[in-house]
């Protein structure tokens, strides 16, 4: 259950410097390095020679070189160089994969690296403008990584199962969420009236007492979601649009598959007020980390019962319209890459 034809999330750009990174991503072993001019190279981790994994080497002028025998392989997978021997054989090589970085992340195109088209990474520019303070975090999760998705888009769970971190409003529960379905995503977003808001952003931004809060929660595909988070006293006008009594957040949660029952998970806040202040920025991180723990206990949970991520045949409710909508596009997506002849087809759809 994996769009090939895909850009996935992989590192925050600034955990990959000097040192190879190892990351397992859809089954597959793929080192991280840093090439030529501080590019990113992503290769097979498994040297053509004797099968070592490239993750245990090291770095040499923008090269990967093995750390059991020296071999060298430059980003497209090319072996450069073998010590001790005038030539290298044309053979020796190892499959190299389309990686970039941006905003601030760094990113895999799953598929054949000729076909990455990078207009296809979405746009998150609050994660490289620098009038955005950053939390940025990372955590791997033993469960498939479709169910964080599902999670992310479920928004009524909060009020019970984050009871002890992002806690809120009862009635926030019942507020439905509008969908509006993008070329390549979806977006549910509501505005609740009068509501008790989560401690985590009424501290950070200073919000006394009742609020109007927007979530408007975004999934392009195959496995981003971002979330739009405004908190404003109460009848100051934000869902109008002035937000000047109140603040903005986007959370951001970037997925990748590992296995077919764990995934890599990137998160972060990232905020236009109070900058420099450390203790919100602290508030921010351990606040979000301790609730994503919450979840991963659940999703892990989850996982054990469902055992390979299909929820096909569960109940749904009525806070569960913008997930199913995003299982059913994926699937269509999926099926398009799959059909013969439409390998690669874009992945978004229209007409859902
Ligand atoms: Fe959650």
Known sequence: MVLKNAWYPILWAKDLADEP????????????????????GALEDRCCH????????KVVDGVLQCGYHGLRFDPSGTCVGV???DRVPPQARVRSYRAVEKHAVVWLWLGDRDTADESRIPDLWWLSDPAWTKTQGYMKLQANYQLLIDNLLDLTHVYYLHASTLGGDAQSATVPS????????????RWMIDIVPPPLFARAGGIDGKADRLQASTWRAPSVVYIEICCAKTGTGAP????????????????APETDSSAHYLFSHARNFRHGDEEVT????????????????????????????????MLNMAGDAPGVQYRRMFQKML??????????????????
């Open 83 to 85: 010590p001790f021997h």
């Open 50 to 57: 004797r099968a070592a994994p490239l993750s245990l080497g």
């Open 240 to 255: 109008q649009g002035d937000r000047s009594q109140g603040v903005t957040l986007w959370a951001s949660h970037l997925i």
């Open 178 to 189: 509008k969908i509006e379905l993008l070329p390549d995503g979806l977006c549910a977003h």
């Open 21 to 40: 990174v190892a990351r397992t991503i859809d089954n597959q072993p793929i080192v991280f390095f840093r090439g030529p001019g501080g590019t990113v």
């Open 335 to 352: 099926d398009a890459e799959r059909s013969p002849g439409r390998l690669n087809a874009p992945a978004g759809v229209k007409g859902t």
């Open 282 to 313: 602290r508030l921010l991180y351990e606040g979000a980390k301790a609730a994503f723990l919450e979840d991963a206990v659940m999703l892990e949970a989850q996982q054990r019962n469902v055992l390979d991520g299909n929820i096909s045949g």
